[in-house]
């Protein structure tokens, strides 16, 4: 049975070292545990590729029965049902700067209050590296845009958001607003976190035949809107990424002269997820948010 639970941590974190930290085991001896896996199998079950270690065929057919067993083991002996107070393990998660502005600050005060033993580690990537980082179990769960998912990943919807355009007040005439025709000779600034890319707004764009001049590109969504104080520069940019009451007076935020459609916000994590009872819950919290 010990053998098995640690088959489990192994086959869920496809890493040694974070294996040994979520069974409290030394890293020599979750070794151990693995060649005398290997070798009453019959299966290398893990295997080096590059930098990874990644499952072999074998390995992802025991994911299923196993999960399934050990869930069926301790119903029968734990006491009670699952408590968050008593948790204590170390959840990754992938997100943006973006995201952790806006689900974070929830997310920790519920956190704190349901299970002070949860230690929370948030990294950024690019969008498909965070698809195959959770793909790969060496996210726990990801948040933020992913409008193509692979077959092995399933998602939560968090909120629907929409879009609007930042920039000085200078720049406003007439001071009401800005026509399209402003819009597209206007320098933009864009935030990714990849090489330059058609966004939503470039999306919406390309559909009427248009296109704007992005002059300056930068990584980060909570630094944006300041460095457009005393330029010359638009940002078109996700509501929920502007804090109005925060904002330099100088800037103006307004709704953009075309329709940009509305984009969905969702958290990511691996199909099955919810058999392991900490992520079952940690999926549950971060769904029930209410953003």
């Known amino acids: 049975m010990n053998l098995l639970v640690v088959l489990d941590a192994l086959l869920d974190e496809r890493h040694i070292s974070r294996a040994a930290n979520r069974l409290a085991m030394t890293q020599p001896a979750v070794s151990h545990a693995l ?6 199998i019959g299966d290398p079950l893990l295997v080096r590729v590059g930098n990874e270690m990644r499952l072999t065929a074998k390995a992802a057919t025991l994911i299923g029965p196993l999960t399934e067993a050990l869930s069926h083991v301790r119903k029968v002996v734990m006491s009670g049902p699952f408590e968050p107070v008593n948790c204590q393990r170390t959840f990754r998660l992938g997100m943006s700067d973006y995201g952790s502005a806006v689900v974070l600050p929830r ?3 519920c956190v704190r209050v349901e299970a002070p033993g949860v230690n929370l580690v948030v990294s950024q990537s690019s969008r498909l590296e965070m698809l195959r980082q959770v793909a790969e179990s060496e996210l726990d769960g990801g948040i933020g845009v ?3 998912l692979p077959e092995e ?3 939560d919807l968090l909120f629907q958001e929409r879009f609007v355009l930042v920039t000085d007040r200078r720049n406003l005439t007439p001071p009401t607003g800005l026509s399209l025709s402003d819009y597209l000779a206007a320098p933009h600034i864009h935030v990714s976190t990849q090489a330059m890319h058609h966004s939503h707004v470039d999306n919406a764009l390309t559909a009427r035949g248009l296109k704007r001049r992005i002059a300056v590109l930068v990584p980060h969504f909570t630094v944006a809107a300041e460095l457009l104080v005393g330029t010359d520069l638009l940002l078109t940019i996700a509501a929920r990424a502007i804090n109005i009451e925060k904002i330099s007076p100088n800037l103006v935020v307004l709704e953009p002269p075309f329709a940009i459609p509305n984009f969905d916000f ?3 994590w691996r199909a099955g997820a919810d058999r392991n009872l900490e992520l079952a819950w940690l999926r ?3 769904r029930a948010i209410g953003l």
Request: aromatic share 4%; charged share 20%; net charge neutral.
């Open 107 to 109: 997310l920790l005060q």
């Open 35 to 40: 060649n005398r896996l290997r070798e009453l």
């Open 146 to 148: 992913f409008p193509l």
């Open 153 to 155: 990943l399933e998602s």
């Open 284 to 286: 549950s919290s971060i």
């Open 266 to 268: 969702v958290s990511i």
